[in-house]
C-alpha cells in the first residue's frame, strides 16, 4: 500500500476535447498559503479561468478539490466542485459524501477537467489508472439509474461516484452534480458546467493510505475537536437536537416567529398545523427509516433515508429531509402534505434539480398565475394557485424542467431569467441574488442573512456563514475573543434585527467558513465555539500536514480565500450594484410581525462596515493595494489592471 | 469475557470506526482495518459492521479502556460488554426504539436528554435507570 504523508497537493488534469491526461504537483507553501480544498480551487480558478470565459465553453474548467484533511476523520469526505458560473460569478459548492478520500487515496487531491468532450463520455480513477470511458449508455439515465448502471460495470463496490442527472444535461439552471444517491453539491453552476462538458460521471477508488505528520498530536487534537461537537459534550444546545432529529425541527418555531417564508415569502408565518403535518417528529415517525453519514462525521444523524409506507406514493424511496425542504416544497408553494412534498424532493435528487430553484421558481409562477401574469396557456393547463394546485401535474413537472419540455423549460431557466421573458413586472416576485433563487433562510428578521445573500460571490449560500442562527455568546468572553484577533460584541452583533456590527460578524464568520471548508471540513460541525474560536481547527490542521504556521496566518489564509472569490467577480465586472437582497426584501416589511424591510439605507450601512472591515473599495469593492499586499496577493494586481480595474 | 457487539440498525455507514482503526498500528489512515469493516450494501440501504476482533485495541485513544471504535462511534452501533450485559442492553435497545422514533437513529444511551415512557411519570436516564 502506498502511503502519502507528504504537504506537497497534486492536481490531475484531464482534457476532455483531446483526451490528454496528466498529473501537476502543485507548489509545497500552497498548503501554507491556501490550505487546500476551496482556497486551491479559488486560485487555480483564478489564474487559469480568464475574464469573459464562456462558462458552457471549453475554457471554463471544472474543479473537484479535496485538501490535506480528507481522508483523516475530520475532513468529513468534503469536496470543494468549483467553476465559472454561467451566471458569470464564480461558483463553488461543497458537497459530503465519500468521493474526497477515495481520491486522494487514489494519489490525487484536485481533478481539474478542461475542454469538452465530442460525445458522452465518465471518467474512471484507480490510483495510476485513469480512463476516459464512453458514457454513451448512461447519458439521459437520472442520478439513481446512473448509479446502479455504474455499479453493474465497475467491480469493486468501494468505488466512489460523482454524476450528473438529466438537468445538468440539459443545462438547467442550478442543476447540481450528486453521489452516494443523495449527497449533492456546486448548486451555483457547477452542473450545468459538467453536462456542457458532456461529462456524465466520475468513478474513482484508490487503495493508499494517509498518514498524518504527527500521529499522536493529531489524536489529542481530535479530541478537543470531537468534545465540541459531539452531542453529549457540546455546549451548543442546537447539537443534539439538529443533528439528530433534523434541520426541519425549526419549521413551527419558524411559523411562529415569523420566518417561515410563505407564499412566495409574500407572508413569513404559515398554518401551524401545516407546519406540523410537514415537522421533523412526523417525518422521523412515518418515513424515516436509516440515518445516513458523510465519511467519518461524529454527528450520529445528520441525513436520513425514508420511504413512503402509505397511499398515492407508497414504496417512494429518496434520502435526507434538510431545512430548505420544508419551505421549498412546503410553505412557500404552501403544500401542507409531507408525502408529496418528499416525492417532489426525492425526484430533485433523481434529476439532479436544485430544489431551491425549483421552489423558488416555483414559487414565482404561483404568484405570476395568481396576479394574472401567467395563464393556463403559459403553464400547460395547470392551475397553478398556493396550496390549490395539481398534484399530479406538479409531480410531472419535476420532470418536465429537467428535460425542459412544455411549460418545465420555462422554470428550467430560473426565475430571474425567466421574468425576463414574462416582464410585466414579474421580476418583484423573484427571490434571486446575482441570478441565484435564495436559500431558505428568512433575511428581514436576521439581518447578518440579508448582508450575507447580498454579498455573497456565488450567490445565496448558507454555508458561507453558516449558522445563520446566534450561537450563545455566553461562551466566549470579549477577551477572549480579542485574543484571537476577533473585535466583536457578541451580544450586539448576535441581536438579529439591530444592523450594527453585522458587517464585522459577517466578515469573521465568512473567513471562518472558509477556513473550515479549505482544511476541509463540514460547516455544519460549526458547533460550541468552533466557529469563533479557531485553535481546534489550527492544531488538527498542525499535526496532520506539518506545516510550521502561526494562529494568525492560519485565520490570514481564511481571508485570503474570501479575496480570491471577490477578485475573481470583480474581474468579471461584478461591483456594489450587485450586491443586493431581492426586491421584495427590500420593498416590503414582514406582514404581523413588525419586522422592517432591507431597505437600500439599512442594507448601504451594513454594506460599508463590510466592505471597510474587509479593506475593499467601498463602491467597486476592489481589495486594496494595501490589503492585496497584506495577504500575499500583489501578483493580481497587474493582472485586475490588464483588464481595466482600478486599484486603490 | 466482553466483546464488541453490533446493533446493524444504527450503523450510519460513516466509517470512522475503520478509519480509526486502520491507523492504530502504524499512524495511517488507510480505511482498511483487518479488525472492523464497514460493508456497504449497494443503494446505500444498509451499512453493516463486520467485526473481527476482541476488543483489545493496539493501542486505545481512551484511557478507561474502552476500544477506540466503540468510543468513536456516533450513533451507538458498537457497545463494548460482557455476554449478559449486552444482552440487557439490547433489550433496553429494542424497548426504546418502540418508545421513541429517534431511537431508530442513536442508541438511548449516546443520547444526552433523559427520556420518559408512556405511562411513566418520572424520566428515564440514557442507560434506562428510572431518574
Not at chain 1, 319 to 326: D, F, I, K
Not at chain 1, 570 to 577: S, Y
Not at chain 2, 43 to 53: A, I, L, T
Not at chain 2, 77 to 98: D, G, N, P, S, T
Request: aromatic share 10%; charged share 25%; hydrophobic share 35%.
Amino acid at each position: 500500500m502506498k502511503t502519502r504523508s507528504d504537504r506537497e497537493q497534486r492536481v490531475l488534469r484531464v482534457n476532455l476535447s483531446d483526451g490528454k491526461v496528466s498529473m501537476e504537483r502543485l507548489p509545497e507553501e500552497w498548503t501554507h498559503i491556501y490550505l487546500g480544498s476551496r482556497g486551491v480551487n479559488a486560485r487555480l480558478l483564478y489564474d487559469e479561468v480568464k475574464r469573459g470565459t464562456d462558462p458552457y465553453g471549453p475554457d471554463n474548467i471544472l474543479y473537484f478539490g479535496t485538501g490535506p484533511m480528507d481522508g483523516m476523520p475530520v475532513g468529513m469526505g468534503r469536496l470543494s466542485i468549483a467553476c465559472k458560473s454561467p451566471r458569470g460569478t464564480v461558483a463553488e459548492g461543497s458537497a459530503g459524501g465519500f468521493f474526497g478520500p477515495e481520491l486522494r487515496r487514489a494519489g490525487y487531491d484536485y481533478v481539474a477537467i478542461s475542454g469538452k468532450a465530442e460525445k458522452p463520455v465518465y471518467l474512471f480513477i484507480q490510483d495510476e489508472q485513469v480512463e476516459i470511458r464512453d458514457a454513451g449508455h448512461l447519458w439521459g439515465l437520472t442520478t439513481y439509474e446512473t448509479d446502479v448502471a455504474l455499479r453493474g460495470e465497475i467491480p469493486d463496490p468501494d468505488t466512489q461516484l460523482r454524476y450528473i442527472g438529466p438537468a445538468a444535461e440539459n443545462l438547467v439552471h442550478a442543476a447540481v452534480i450528486m453521489g452516494n444517491l443523495n449527497s449533492c453539491g456546486g448548486r451555483a453552476g457547477c452542473g450545468e458546467v459538467m453536462g456542457s462538458k458532456n461529462l456524465k460521471a466520475i468513478a474513482v477508488r484508490g487503495y493508499g493510505g494517509i498518514k498524518p505528520f504527527d500521529y499522536d498530536s493529531f489524536v489529542e487534537a481530535y479530541k478537543v475537536f470531537r468534545q465540541r461537537v459531539d452531542i453529549r459534550t457540546s455546549r451548543d444546545m442546537w447539537s443534539p437536537v439538529w443533528t439528530t432529529y433534523g434541520a426541519p425541527v425549526l419549521s413551527r418555531l419558524f411559523t411562529d416567529i415569523g420566518n417561515l417564508m410563505t407564499c412566495n415569502a409574500s407572508v413569513m408565518s404559515w398554518d401551524y398545523e401545516k407546519a406540523t403535518e410537514i415537522s421533523c417528529e412526523r417525518f422521523l415517525d412515518n418515513y424515516a427509516y436509516k440515518s445516513k453519514s458523510c465519511y467519518c462525521c461524529p454527528l450520529p444523524s445528520c441525513q436520513k433515508l425514508y420511504s413512503i409506507p402509505s397511499g398515492k406514493y407508497r414504496g417512494f424511496k429518496g434520502g435526507n429531509y434538510w431545512a430548505g425542504q420544508p419551505i421549498t416544497f412546503g410553505s412557500i408553494i404552501d403544500n401542507g402534505r409531507l408525502d408529496l412534498l418528499l416525492v417532489l424532493s426525492g425526484l430533485c435528487n433523481q434529476y439532479g434539480l436544485d430544489v431551491f430553484h425549483v421552489g423558488f421558481t416555483l414559487s414565482w409562477a404561483m404568484e405570476c398565475f395568481e396576479k394574472g401574469l401567467l395563464s393556463k396557456g403559459d403553464t400547460d393547463g395547470m392551475e397553478l394557485r398556493f396550496g390549490a394546485f395539481d398534484e399530479d401535474a406538479m409531480v410531472e413537472l419535476m420532470g418536465k424542467i429537467a428535460r425542459k419540455e412544455g411549460f418545465g423549460e420555462l422554470l428550467a431557466l430560473g426565475c430571474t431569467e425567466a421574468s425576463k421573458i414574462i416582464g410585466k413586472g414579474s421580476e418583484k416576485y423573484c427571490l434571486s441574488v446575482k441570478g441565484q433563487e435564495l436559500e431558505a433562510i428568512a433575511e428581514r428578521n436576521l439581518l447578518m442573512v440579508a448582508l450575507g445573500v447580498a454579498v455573497s460571490e456565488v450567490g445565496p449560500d448558507h454555508t458561507r456563514w453558516y449558522p445563520p442562527y446566534p450561537c450563545n455568546p455566553n461562551l466566549i468572553s470579549k477577551e477572549e475573543l480579542l485574543d484571537l484577533g476577533v473585535d466583536l460584541d457578541l451580544r450586539l452583533a448576535f441581536d438579529t434585527r439591530n444592523p450594527e456590527q453585522k458587517g464585522k460578524l459577517l466578515r469573521w464568520f465568512t473567513i471562518s467558513r472558509a477556513i473550515v471548508e479549505s482544511l476541509p471540513s463540514c460547516v455544519f460541525l460549526v458547533r460550541d465555539t468552533l466557529g469563533l474560536d479557531m485553535r481546534p481547527w489550527w492544531y488538527l490542521f498542525r499535526a496532520a500536514t506539518g506545516v510550521d504556521m502561526d494562529y494568525g496566518e492560519f485565520v490570514m489564509a481564511g481571508e485570503r480565500l474570501m479575496n480570491l472569490d471577490r477578485l475573481f467577480n470583480v474581474r468579471e465586472g461584478f461591483a456594489r450594484k450587485d450586491d443586493r437582497v431581492p426586491y421584495r426584501m427590500s420593498h416590503e416589511d414582514v406582514p404581523n410581525f413588525g419586522y422592517k424591510k432591507v431597505d437600500d439605507a439599512l442594507l448601504n450601512g451594513m454594506l460599508d462596515e463590510y466592505y471597510a472591515a474587509n479593506g475593499w473599495d467601498l463602491n467597486t469593492t476592489v481589495p486594496t493595494r494595501k490589503k492585496l499586499a497584506e495577504l500575499g496577493l500583489e501578483d493580481i494586481v497587474d493582472d485586475l489592471e490588464v483588464n481595466g480595474i482600478e486599484v486603490g | 469475557m466482553k466483546r464488541i457487539y453490533v446493533i446493524e440498525d444504527l450503523c450510519s455507514g460513516c466509517r470512522l470506526c475503520e478509519t480509526f482503526c486502520s491507523s492504530l498500528p502504524h499512524g495511517v489512515f488507510s480505511g482498511q482495518s483487518e479488525r472492523i469493516h464497514v460493508m456497504k450494501v449497494p443503494g446505500e440501504e444498509k451499512d453493516v459492521p463486520m467485526v473481527h476482533c476482541d476488543g483489545k485495541c493496539i493501542r486505545s485513544i481512551f484511557d478507561d479502556g474502552r476500544p477506540t471504535c466503540v468510543g468513536l462511534c456516533p450513533t451507538g452501533a458498537l457497545y463494548f460488554a460482557e455476554q449478559e450485559r449486552a444482552i440487557q442492553v439490547r433489550r433496553e435497545y429494542e424497548a426504546a426504539r418502540k418508545e421513541h422514533s429517534i431511537f431508530k437513529f442513536i442508541a438511548p444511551w449516546k443520547w444526552p436528554f433523559p427520556w420518559r415512557r408512556p405511562g411513566e411519570k418520572k424520566a428515564r436516564s440514557p442507560m434506562g435507570e428510572v431518574v
